[in-house]
């Protein structure tokens, strides 16, 4: 006769206190994503899975945690996702039913997704990375998706440029030359300001609305900065890129404002209670610190900040 194993994990702890969230981070699995018409997309994804804990349960189950994951990627890699978001939440629905005594299962999950792309000045074939991000929430009410991506682009500093400006108009009016030359100089010349790598993330709590694209996520989370990089860039390239981010200098909360007005322009049907979040952080070049702004809203609330309403 076998002899049956104790389940420490379902003995009392020595102290009663609640946990928020048990689970595993680091795992590592291929997703499949389908693509009409197109092959699918190969993506190596970077799962975190957890559960809530109650004060009366020792732990949670680490190996069938593990179990559960295995088997729903297992299944999205065979059966091609037509959503990021379908994987994590599909996981967290059913890791909530495979845990008794959890009432709030999530999981998320990072991917390096590579786009193709034209460069903007000598039109030359090229490619950009792009971190997706993807996470669900499952509970007793339902379950909520998330999903989003973190890109890099250039901004540049107004306050910089704008000294830079009066620097410029100061010699040239010591140069003697007319008013109305000065100021047409300086609407075409845009003056040097210090740049910044940005880094812009934005997630929509699309919750299975088809209409909730990631590459339009990506887009107007590129489009925020003050210009968008690109991995090849010839001289022609360079130049378009250093004219338009002086040609569009933003402060760090300027790039945040600029992705909420996206979002609303781009996802207006999104339910009044979908959460939107936005991040933009700036690795500086004269300084040792960085900069960020972000802002967590629901969309009504976004909606009527961005078109004015009272």
């Not at 194993?5 to 795992?27: F, K, W």
């Not at 729903?72 to 008794?100: C, F, M, N, P, S």
């Not at 400006?165 to 010349?189: G, M, S």
């Amino acid at each position: 006769m076998s002899q049956q194993l104790p389940d420490v994990q379902a003995t009392a702890p020595d102290v009663t206190v609640g946990l928020s969230q048990v689970g595993v981070t680091g795992v590592e699995k291929l997703v499949k994503l389908a693509r009409e018409g197109k092959r699918p997309i190969i993506l190596m994804a970077e799962f975190e899975v957890f559960v809530d804990l109650p004060k009366w349960r020792k732990g949670a189950d680490m190996s069938r945690n593990m179990e559960v994951i295995d088997e729903i990627l297992e299944d999205a890699t065979r059966e091609e996702a037509y959503r990021t978001e379908e994987v994590v939440g599909d996981a967290a629905e059913r890791l909530l039913e495979k845990h008794d005594y959890t009432t709030k299962a999530y999981v998320s999950m990072e991917a390096e997704l590579i786009r193709h792309e034209q460069t903007p000045a000598s039109d030359r074939e090229t490619q950009h990375s792009v971190d997706i991000i993807a996470s669900a929430t499952a509970t007793e009410e339902g379950t909520r998706e998330e999903i989003g991506a973190r890109v890099v682009g250039m901004t540049v500093c107004p306050c910089s440029q704008g000294m830079s400006v009066a620097r410029a108009k100061q010699k040239l009016e010591d140069l003697e030359v007319e008013e109305e030359k000065i100021t047409e100089f300086l609407d075409e010349v845009p003056q040097p300001g210090h740049s910044q790598r940005g880094h812009a993330t934005l997630t929509v709590e699309a919750n299975g609305d088809p209409d909730v694209d990631l590459n339009d996520i990506i887009d107007i989370a590129r489009d925020s900065m003050s210009a968008h990089i690109y991995n090849l860039a010839k001289r022609p390239d360079e130049d378009h890129m250093t004219f338009q981010s002086h040609s569009n200098a933003k402060f760090v909360e300027d790039c945040v404002r600029s992705m909420a007005e996206g979002v609303v322009d781009e996802f207006d049907q999104l339910e009044d209670d979908a959460v939107i979040t936005m991040k933009q952080s700036n690795d500086e070049s004269i300084h040792q610190h960085n900069a960020h702004a972000d802002r967590v809203v629901e969309m009504a609330m976004l909606r009527e900040e961005v078109n004015g309403d009272h």
